[in-house]
């Protein structure tokens, strides 16, 4: 197993925790506001004027409101604490960047009106062949190869120089301005932003664990309040 395959393996198994952890804490914040002496279950199917029905509604708005706007205020923390480290111009971004979409599918994604479509499109044509992404970072086309990840497209920017400068730096697309805005997405090796990766991992995977279990609470509360 190479590195990053232990480092994915690793991350995982953060993961795996975390989210158990989050899960614990989301679920003692709904009970908090759960009435008293009250027996039914969160997602049970209660009639609309019911007790179990009105803790359902203060739970949705706990979570919407409450803990998901904390959340994207966390977020932008970790934005603007990356423009404490810099960019090395090691252009690996602009050589390899990776999609789950087909050209054809950004194409109409762009249509439909998605902005990063829309501009990821406006720098991006694919590669030939995945040995031609290779060339630019094996190991990673190898740990997406291991993972069963076959549905990836990889791209690169016609405008990058031989010296790897980009060769319309003023006019660039906000993606590479903003790039990297995810901060639980892959970064080269050589990337300069790793080490800001490294120190907000922890917290953004914390994140990113509580908004999926607000997801799946919203969705199954709709869910069991539209069969009334
Ligand atoms: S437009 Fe410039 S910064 Fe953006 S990907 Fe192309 S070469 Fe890189
Ligand atoms: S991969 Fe990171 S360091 Fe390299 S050019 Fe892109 S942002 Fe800069």
Redesign the pocket.
Known sequence: MNNLNNSLTELRKKYREIFIKSANEITKKINEIKPKNFKGELLDCYPSDSEGFIWQTKVLDLLKENISKEIFRKLNEILAYRTKF?????????KLACSEYSPEELKQKATNGDNFASQFISIFVPYKSIEEASKIYPEYINLLKENGEENVYFYHCPKLTKD?RCSDYENRPQICRD??DNPLSF??K?????EWKTEIEPIALMLHAMLEIIEFYTDRIAQTQSNQ
């Open positions: 810099n960019c090395v111009g090691c252009a690996t971004c602009c790897n790039f990297p970064l080269p050589s990337c300069g932003y790793n």
